[in-house]
């Protein structure tokens, strides 16, 4: 149900400048969940000013979406003040809906119609005028570079130009404030450019942009940060105002001998630190105090703090548990670092591999092999093909030819045997939503033929290992979405497999949440297990040993992630990200393509 409306406009408060788009007072929001209440956002006080992009961050059931979904007037404040353009929400939400432009997380396309179809079913929705709409429909594809696809439906659009298109529907009216819900989840880094250049460009229209992201480098885009943290806001200020109080705690840490995972692990075990994170050549350190920890061996290089530095910072301050989690595997990965390297033997066989779909063809005759305990990362833009290599590679969907072999398995003869040695972690929550998480562990356990003493001792491993005693009895579609995570691994891992799909496991994810579930994935690869991850996040292909990058259903790069980076090194770029190399071969793969077409 939508709030009480009034569809008069009111006059703007005296109080508020004409410059401020949404004011936030004293504002409480609670829900009732069963006998409890949930106190989702705690006394907030946020400004946004028009013509500014506004980041809305923080962990998992900080109070984001609350936040945005008041400011569209769809819930009402238990207490305190909303205004939207002057008009309280109270009074006049129709008003306000009809001014503003509102994109959540999951925007309802129809994908059975086409791109103008959209356009024109939304314009209808939101009474734009006849005499107003071509010129709106062409300034909007123009401006999302959707207009070569306007006769192409939305189902056969990649996600990055699901979200341009969505976009587009969400500003048809040409708001003057616009509230994004985490728009580029699940978009590979060319789409998220695209967007972003989208949302600098309404910027410079004075359109007020407030969007929420899980991906902190785009924060440093933004002209303003909300931080929050269990529905208080812990600081509203500039990204540089984030960053300047650590300068001096940020090191790049690099080992002569030493895998950059284990480097990670021992660091993460000092007292001291932070916040420990594989990038490029070493580690990234963020140190409480200014004084290097150095050990023998170690090259330790003062770096710039960057947002997320103080991101982790802040939200780690006064927890040291979060840094003892890893001490005690410390030794045991000093341990590993130490042993001779040597050939693993291989466990994934993928040779002249491809699929058709009709006569698309998706996956064109593509050859790699994946050793023991290794992480493997399968990379490409949206519709490069590598979802479909994925489920094939898992067993959910055949080979039209070529040969794949799982742990000795031949997935063309023998699926049955190769899915008995693999787990499962879907891009969506594939889990049942209306079962308690125990519930759910029971039913994978027996899924998996798990009996007696050995099932017993499973579930116990699973609500130890993940922390899911506290929400053992919740049904899993209300569990947080860090906790939904940790609840479809500790799933995927009850019949102790020897090799681990992940597709997108951590998309939508916070920060502290993807750091959590990339220390337990190290220590799946240090234990023997095979993990083959995909992945949009451009930092967590560093963890990988080897990656694939695909486009356009073909291997254009294959090697370790220093390899794959040292494509694009140049004089004018001599440290390369992962994103500078994504993007640029990527790319130049696509043009040549189109220019031999």
């Known amino acids: ?75 009402l404040p238990s207490s305190g003040e909303v205004r939207v353009l002057g008009l309280d929400v109270r009074q006049s939400a129709s008003a306000i809906q009809q001014m503003i432009g509102y994109m959540p997380q999951r925007f309802g396309l129809y994908e059975d119609l086409t791109v103008q179809e959209n356009l024109d079913l939304y314009a209808d929705l939101q009474g734009l005028k006849a005499t107003e709409r071509q010129q709106r429909f062409d300034e909007l594809l123009k401006l999302t570079a959707l207009g070569p696809f306007s006769h192409r439906r939305a189902g056969a659009l990649s996600g990055g130009m699901k979200q341009k298109l969505g976009l587009a529907c969400t500003l048809l009216r040409a708001p003057r404030l616009l509230l994004l819900d985490e728009p580029t989840v699940g978009v590979d880094p ?105 050990q023998p061996g170690e090259d330790w290089q003062a770096v710039e703090p960057r947002f997320e530095d103080a991101f982790v910072s802040l939200l780690r301050t006064g927890t040291p548990a979060a840094q003892a989690q890893a001490a005690p595997r410390a030794e045991a990965a000093v341990a590993i670092a130490a042993k001779p390297d040597e050939a693993a033997p291989t466990v994934i066989e993928v040779k002249e591999l491809r699929r058709f779909f009709g006569a698309f063809q998706a996956v064109k005759g593509i050859s790699f092999n994946v050793g023991k305990g290794e992480i493997f990362g399968l990379l490409g833009a949206n519709g490069a093909g590598k979802s479909t290599t994925f489920r094939m590679l898992c067993g959910l969907l055949p080979a039209s030819s070529g040969t794949l072999r799982v742990a000795g398995a031949d997935l063309r003869t023998a699926r049955a045997d190769a899915r008995e040695r693999i787990g499962y972690v879907s891009q969506k929550f594939a889990l049942y939503g209306n079962l308690s998480a125990r519930q759910n562990l029971n039913f994978f356990a027996s899924a998996y033929g798990l009996r007696g003493a050995r099932r017993k001792q499973r579930l116990a491993w699973a609500f130890d290992e993940f922390d899911l005693s506290e929400y053992a009895d919740a049904e899993a579609m209300d569990l947080p979405l860090g906790y939904k995570q940790r609840l479809a691994l500790a799933c995927a891992l009850m019949h102790e497999p020897s090799i681990l799909f992940l597709d997108e496991p951590t998309s939508g994810v916070d920060p502290l949440a993807r750091r959590e579930f990339w220390q337990r994935i190290n220590h799946l690869a240090e234990s023997g297990v095979t993990v083959m991850i995909t992945t949009h996040f451009m930092d967590e292909a560093e963890y990988c040993d080897h990656l694939v990058l695909m486009s356009l259903g073909e291997i254009l790069a294959f090697g370790t992630p220093r390899e794959i980076r040292g494509r694009i090194r140049t004089d004018a770029l001599p440290d390369p990200t992962m994103e500078d190399a994504f993007i640029a071969l990527i790319q130049s793969h696509e043009a040549q393509i189109r220019r031999a077409a």
């Open 1 to 75: 149900m939508s709030a009480k409306t009034e569809t008069t406009p009111q006059k703007q408060s005296a109080e508020i400048p004409a410059d401020v788009a949404l004011e936030l007072a004293a504002v409480h929001k609670q829900f009732r969940q069963g006998s409890s209440v949930i106190d989702a956002l705690k006394g907030v006080d946020v400004r946004i000013q028009q013509g500014c992009i506004t980041g809305l961050l923080g962990p998992d059931g900080a109070g984001k979406t609350t936040l945005i979904r008041l400011a569209a007037a769809l819930l």
């Open 190 to 294: 060319i789409s998220r450019r695209e967007l972003w250049s989208i949302i600098k460009l309404l910027r410079s229209q004075n359109v007020a942009v407030l969007v929420s992201t899980a991906y902190l480098d785009e924060a440093e885009q933004c002209d303003d940060i909300v931080l929050l943290h269990e529905g208080n806001v812990l600081a509203h200020q500039p990204p540089l105002a984030f960053r300047a109080p650590l300068k001096g705690h940020v090191f790049l840490v690099r080992h002569a001998q030493w895998h950059r995972r284990t480097l990670q692990e021992s660091l993460h075990a000092r007292a001291g630190v932070v916040d420990a994170l594989v990038q490029a050549e070493g580690v990234r350190v963020v140190l409480q105090d200014t004084l290097p920890l150095q």
